[in-house]
């Protein structure tokens, strides 16, 4: 019996989450759950499944919360943090959103859990520190992003020397056949229109954008230790193929699954063994005819953008996430256009000085300077 915390477990990979533990009560108990301001359904989570401790995030709430349970409640980051540190647990799936996930990541790796993350934010920021802490500590970084867990699960193929590139796949959003001026008249509730997934403002944002996809480009480099120059993006709308493999003698692996993202989820808590599944099979006599297609970079900046920080190294990915979740924040209140989040993306990303090897101070550093950067030009 495997001891289970979800972080973010109000959110949509989080609800996710609770249902496959829910599947297998015999094997993982769920330890704790968190959440930033959704109180009303942590309240239910924690009636359904009575776990031991709970975090509220935003201080208000928390003093709001009733103390009716016998399950601990804590609040802040401090409460995040000795969650994922608790003796008892033995599994951390980080589902939170953003920056925010850094250090519950690390505070998981630091006491030596496994670490099931969908916050690819952390490994943007800090992934050089990440994997190495997993390393010091003996312990695993597993991937619950649909695309990485497909990469994870290709590379079994073959040697990490056999591997020529990884190939992500991106949905494409739902503007990629729009022109550049019509981009610039996008509205909120078009960008949060996905036409695939089902999932929060911000990442479905970063999705419209393309910027999600260059999160994972730098993620994958990290998780995988792949340089740059062979990490390849193509956009296939069905999202039928969650990414491929290509080894040098030219074959090409992938991973097909219908989009559903309890497949990632059950493969990450049970890896390395595979479970059966109640969910329907993939039938390839109904399915409609797979495409693919390269990003346009021109239209769609935000992932060339994401390769230029990689390129600059150190504190830049830092930078780059922080600088996007305010300026993902500003279209979504209204204050600048769909097309203004990589354009004032690039004169934050430009203006950076980088610092290179960073430690974490330096990168929670770097990650407030982008953030007061970002605003500012927000505000003028």
């Given at each position: 019996m495997k001891n289970v915390v979800v972080l973010g477990s109000t959110g949509s990979i989080g609800k996710n989450a609770l249902e496959v533990l829910s599947l297998f009560p015999d094997r993982f108990r769920l330890f704790g759950i968190s959440t930033n301001i959704n109180i009303g359904l942590l309240e239910e989570q924690i009636r359904c499944f009575k776990p031991k401790m709970a975090v509220v995030m935003d201080g208000e709430n928390f003093q709001r919360f009733p103390r009716k349970y016998d399950t601990e409640i804590l609040s802040g980051m401090d409460g995040l943090k000795a969650l994922c540190s608790h003796p008892q647990v033995d599994l951390v799936i980080n589902a939170l959103v953003g920056s925010a996930g850094l250090l519950p990541s690390l505070e998981a790796l630091e006491s030596g859990k496994t670490l099931a993350t969908a916050n690819k934010e952390s490994l943007v920021m800090a992934g050089e520190l990440l994997i190495g802490k997993a390393k010091e500590k003996g312990?695993?970084?597993?991937?619950?992003?649909?695309e990485h867990s497909a990469i994870k699960q290709c590379l079994?193929?073959?040697k990490k020397e056999e591997v020529k590139r990884i190939i992500l796949t991106a949905s494409g959003g739902p503007f990629r056949g729009k022109s550049q001026e019509e981009l610039s008249d996008i509205t909120v509730a078009e960008a949060l229109a996905h036409p695939t997934w089902e999932m929060g403002k911000k990442i479905t944002i970063?999705?419209?954008s393309l910027m999600n996809k260059g999160l994972e480009v730098i993620e994958a480099r990290w998780l995988f230790d792949i340089p740059p120059d062979r990490i390849k993006?193509?956009?296939?709308?069905?999202?039928?193929v969650h990414s491929m493999v290509e080894f040098v003698d030219g074959s090409i692996i992938a991973q097909m699954s219908m989009p559903d993202m309890k497949l990632p989820l059950r493969y990450a808590l049970f890896y390395p063994q595979r479970v059966n599944s109640p969910n329907s099979s993939l039938d390839l006599t109904q399915t409609r005819p797979l495409t693919f297609f390269e990003p346009d970079f021109g239209k769609f900046p935000c992932l060339k953008l994401a390769y230029q920080a990689l390129e600059m190294g150190g504190t830049a990915p830092a930078v780059l996430n922080s600088a996007n979740e305010v300026l993902v924040n500003a279209f979504l209140s209204i204050r600048i256009k769909f097309t203004d989040i990589w354009s004032l993306l690039e004169k934050v990303l430009n203006r950076h000085k980088v610092k290179l090897n960073p430690n974490l101070d330096d990168i929670l550093k770097a990650d407030?300077?982008?953030?007061?950067?970002?605003?500012?030009?927000?505000s003028n």
């Open positions: 312990t695993e970084i597993l991937p619950i992003d649909s079994l193929s073959g970063d999705s419209a993006v193509v956009i296939h709308p069905q999202s039928i407030s300077w982008g953030r007061k950067t970002a605003e500012e030009l927000c």
